[in-house]
C-alpha cells in the first residue's frame, strides 16, 4: 500500500538508488541506509536525477521530501535496529562488490552473508512484513558445464565447480544463510529474492555497476580489441520493479526471481550496436574481436517466472546497453 515505510539498503548504490526512485514514484516513503551520512546528498542528487527523467517530482528538494537515511554497515550491528523502525518491507540491496579479486575470499563473504542475516533479524524484531533480497544470477549459474538448457529459478550455483570466484561464492553463500534464516527463524516476516544477472541502464550518479564499466571502457577506447565475452542484460529500471513487484504480490513470498531480459548477448555485439547508434560518439569504440583459443562460456538464463507470476515485462537487453551508454555521455557533458 502507498504511503508506507520502505527500507532500501545501500541506497548509494546503482540498484539501490533506482529502487529508491521507483518506490516514490509508487507513492511509497523511503528510509535508505549508507555507510556514511557524507553519502546523503549524493544519493539525493541521485534519486533527483532519476525522478525527473521518469516524469516524476524531479530536483533534491522534491525528492528529499519521502527520502530519509539511516547509517549502517554490513560488518556491525550499530544503526540497524534504528533503520527497519516503523518498516512495512525491506529490500535488502546492499552487498560488496570490489573491484578485482580480494586478498582473501571471506572478505566478501563475511559481510554478504553475516550482513543479510543482520538485515533479517533487525527486520524480524521490527515486525517486518516481507524482505526482498538482492542476490545475483551468480549465485544461480556458476560452477556447472557449458549447457544450452536455461538456468532458472530451480538453478544454484556449485561452488565446488570451475570459475566460481569469491564475489559468486558470496552472493551464493549469502542467499542459503538467508534462505535458512526464514525457514527456521523467520517468525511471520517473508522472504523473496531477486537473482539479476549483468546490471545496465541509466546511471544516476558516479556508483555504477560492473557491468556499466564495460561500457564505459568501450567508449573511452580502454580496450584496443573487444574481449570474447558473452553474457545477459538486465536494465536496472526493471530490476527495481521486479524489486517492487517480489515486495508487494503474495504470489511471491517464499520465492526466487531470475531479473533477466532476452537472450544472451556478446560484448561483439554491444560494441557495434553503440556504432551503429550513437555515431561520432562512439568513435573510439572497437569494433575488432579478440582472438581466442577454445569455447566461450555462455550462460543462458530464463525469467519466465517473474513475466508469469508477476507480470513482469523487462526491456531488451539492446535498450539497457543504449540507455546505459547515453546515460554515461550525459554524466560526461557535465
Request: proline share 5%; charged share 20%.
Amino acid at each position: 500500500m502507498s504511503g508506507e515505510r520502505v527500507l532500501v539498503t545501500g541506497g548509494s548504490g546503482f540498484v539501490g538508488a533506482h529502487c529508491v526512485v521507483r518506490l516514490l514514484e509508487a507513492g511509497y516513503r523511503v528510509r535508505a541506509t549508507v555507510r556514511s551520512a557524507a553519502r546523503e546528498a549524493q544519493v539525493r542528487a541521485m534519486v533527483a536525477e532519476g525522478l525527473a527523467r521518469a516524469g516524476g517530482p524531479g530536483g533534491p528538494a522534491g525528492a528529499a521530501a519521502d527520502v530519509t537515511f539511516a547509517v549502517a554497515d554490513l560488518a556491525g550491528d550499530e544503526g540497524w535496529a534504528e533503520a527497519v523502525d516503523g518498516c512495512a518491507y525491506v529490500l535488502h540491496v546492499a552487498s560488496p562488490f570490489p573491484p578485482g579479486e580480494p586478498a582473501h575470499e571471506d572478505d566478501l563473504i563475511v559481510p554478504a552473508r553475516d550482513g543479510a542475516l543482520r538485515v533479517l533479524r533487525a527486520a524480524r524484531a521490527a515486525g517486518v512484513r516481507r524482505v526482498v533480497l538482492t542476490s545475483s544470477f551468480g549465485a544461480v549459474g556458476y560452477g556447472h558445464p557449458q549447457t544450452e538448457a536455461p538456468f532458472t529459478e530451480e538453478s544454484w550455483t556449485d561452488l565446488a565447480g570451475p570459475g566460481v570466484s569469491a564475489y559468486v561464492r558470496s552472493k551464493t553463500l549469502a542467499e542459503r544463510a538467508a534462505w535458512r534464516f526464514a525457514a527456521a527463524e523467520g517468525a511471520g516476516t517473508e522472504l523473496a529474492v531477486v537473482n539479476p544477472v549483468g546490471v545496465f541502464g541509466p546511471v544516476l550518479g558516479p556508483d555504477y555497476s560492473a557491468s556499466v564499466a564495460l561500457v564505459r571502457h568501450l567508449l573511452d577506447g580502454a580496450m584496443a580489441e573487444v574481449p570474447r565475452l558473452h553474457f545477459a542484460a538486465v536494465d536496472v529500471r526493471d530490476v527495481a520493479d521486479l524489486h517492487l513487484r517480489a515486495m508487494t504480490d503474495p504470489a511471491a513470498a517464499g520465492e526466487r526471481f531470475v531479473a533477466a531480459a532476452d537472450g544472451v548477448m556478446s560484448l561483439h555485439e554491444v560494441a557495434v550496436l553503440l556504432k551503429e547508434r550513437l555515431g561520432a560518439a562512439a568513435a573510439k569504440v572497437p569494433t575488432a574481436e579478440a582472438a581466442g583459443a577454445g569455447p566461450v562460456a555462455v550462460r543462458h538464463t530464463s525469467s519466465a517466472k517473474a513475466r508469469r507470476l508477476l507480470g513482469w515485462a523487462p526491456r531488451t537487453g539492446a535498450e539497457a546497453v543504449l540507455a546505459t551508454a547515453e546515460s554515461l555521455l550525459r554524466l560526461d557533458r557535465r
